[in-house]
């Protein structure tokens, strides 16, 4: 595996739907972790008793992941880079490629560190809050900012691993972020009473040891004289074709971010029942993301790995099988969300108004993952790939192609056509990218450069 000696990276397995298994359930598991997190930290500060340290703890928490979103091109674009250096033999550049994630990952934290206060400014500029709350989201903030190198690291650490198929370990950093976060959350706050200042020590500490740990599961890395070979890592030709793929991501994720805000604003207008239903089902998106999520990285590290190796017919077997699981992933959350959506919108809110509207538009929850699926899919193969400029485009169309829809169906039929509009741009994505998908492949038949 990756610890092993420096040198050509180690054949990979066979491709089985057993491999795909491998890779893709413990990132489906790790996701799973990721709402008890967020319950914690709220159920434990709402046992202070006052709804202020809520309002604080959730606005600086968003204020923050917000900023680091940013960065996530970190780990798509170091996933679909190692991969293809793994495939192709080049132990010397998955190690490098380590190294470059991790200097991006500290000099952008030290940057928000420098300009926290300006950005902490700004985001309360955009989004206001009461006085009391604005204190202790500032308070928070403060103290979990000096965690950002290790928060954008971790992007870079958990692509190297997923690149190799190391998925069980990732699976392992976040169980044990999530543990010491929580435990530290109990001790700091209700043992010790430091209150919201508390959730975010008990945070800073679990990013500063999960990145520690991570590096220890890259120790492999470190074995070889690679990773420090200045010659190498600042490579001219390595760094610009990073920096390409980086930004096309960034632009891509970004142009996907004005799809959803629009969609929320848009929402507004309809008043306060449609926006806070579409809230709710907004959750319904997020678990078809998460369950997929697995089988899209499993998708980018196995064409990332094919496409290293110039193996065609390697790559287009990733493809499909990935895809395969995919499919019967949303064939059971179309029928879970049919089946148990009421149950799970009452689980969310208590308001019968909410309740009865988020009712009304639950067909198109129902819809979603099956209509969303090949989007997802595609995206994991093309980042595997790093055929970055084609998901740019083709996000940049989607998103026209949602402005145009939403601007004849909104008028005409409301909140219902605001969701049509919305899984009209999912099929826009996937149907551009599956017609850029034949010179995907070809390129796999092309020498590397």
């Given at each position: 595996m990756a610890d092993s000696a420096a040198g050509a990276a180690p054949a990979p397995p066979p491709l089985t739907h057993r491999r795909v298994l491998a890779i893709a359930l413990p990132i489906v598991l790790s996701n799973a972790t990721v709402p008890i997190l967020?319950?914690?930290?709220?159920?434990?500060?709402?046992?202070?008793?006052?709804?202020?340290?809520?309002?604080?703890?959730?606005?600086?928490?968003?204020?923050?992941?917000?900023?680091?979103?940013?960065?996530?091109?970190?780990r798509m674009g170091t996933t679909g880079l190692t991969a293809q250096a793994w495939g192709a033999g080049d132990r010397g550049e998955v190690d490098a490629m380590l190294s470059r994630a991790l200097l991006i990952g500290g000099a952008a934290g030290l940057v928000l560190i420098a300009l926290q206060w300006p950005l902490f400014a700004g985001a309360f500029r955009i989004a206001p809050a009461s006085?009391?709350?604005?204190?202790?989201?500032?308070?928070?903030?403060?103290?979990?900012?000096?965690?950002?190198?290790?928060?954008?690291?971790?992007?870079?650490?958990?692509?190297?691993?997923?690149?190799?198929?190391?998925?069980r370990a990732v699976l392992i950093m976040q169980l044990w972020m999530n543990s010491v976060n929580i435990l530290l959350d109990f001790w700091f706050v209700l043992g010790l009473g430091w209150g919201v200042q508390g959730v975010a020590v008990a945070t800073f500490l679990a990013e500063w040891t999960g990145a520690g740990l991570g590096l220890w599961l890259c120790r492999g890395a470190f074995r070889s004289a690679a990773w420090r070979e200045s010659a190498r890592v600042f490579e001219p030709a390595r760094l610009r074709h990073m920096a390409a793929v980086n930004t096309d991501i960034l632009i891509r994720s970004l142009l996907l971010q004005a799809i959803f805000v629009s969609f929320l604003f848009v929402a507004a207008g309809f008043g306060d029942v449609p926006l806070a239903a579409n809230q709710v089902l907004l959750q319904f998106l997020e678990i078809t993301a998460y369950a997929l999520d697995g089988f899209a990285f499993a998708a980018e590290a196995l064409v990332?790995?094919?496409?290293?190796?110039?193996?065609?017919?390697?790559?287009?077997?990733?493809?499909?099988?990935?895809?395969?699981?995919?499919?019967?992933?949303?064939?059971?959350?179309?029928?879970?969300?049919?089946?148990?959506?009421?149950?799970?919108?009452?689980?969310?809110?208590?308001?019968?108004?909410?309740?009865?509207?988020?009712r009304d538009y639950l067909p198109w929850m129902v819809a979603a993952p099956v209509f969303g699926l090949a989007s997802y899919m595609l995206d994991g193969i093309?980042?595997?790939?790093?055929?970055?400029?084609?998901?740019?485009?083709?996000?940049?169309?989607?998103?026209?192609?949602?402005?145009?829809?939403?601007?004849?169906?909104?008028?005409?039929?409301?909140?219902?056509?605001?969701?049509?509009?919305?899984?009209?741009s999912f099929v826009a994505r996937a149907v551009t990218l599956g017609l850029r998908y034949p010179a995907l492949e070809a390129a796999a038949d092309r020498p590397a450069r």
């Open positions: 967020g319950a914690v930290d709220t159920g434990v500060v709402g046992q202070m008793g006052e709804a202020a340290p809520i309002g604080g703890v959730g606005i600086g928490a968003i204020i923050l992941a917000a900023i680091y979103w940013v960065f996530g091109f970190l006085a009391e709350v604005e204190a202790l989201a500032r308070d928070y903030m403060a103290i979990r900012i000096w965690s950002a190198p290790a928060a954008i690291g971790l992007f870079g650490i958990t692509g190297w691993l997923i690149a190799q198929g190391r998925t990332g790995q094919a496409m290293g190796a110039r193996a065609r017919a390697t790559l287009r077997r990733a493809a499909l099988m990935t895809s395969l699981w995919g499919v019967v992933t949303v064939i059971g959350l179309a029928a879970a969300f049919a089946l148990f959506g009421g149950a799970i919108i009452d689980l969310m809110t208590t308001s019968a108004e909410v309740r009865a509207a988020a093309f980042i595997g790939a790093t055929r970055t400029r084609d998901m740019r485009n083709m996000m940049a169309v989607a998103a026209a192609v949602y402005a145009v829809a939403a601007l004849a169906l909104v008028p005409a039929c409301g909140n219902h056509g605001l969701w049509m509009a919305l899984l009209i």
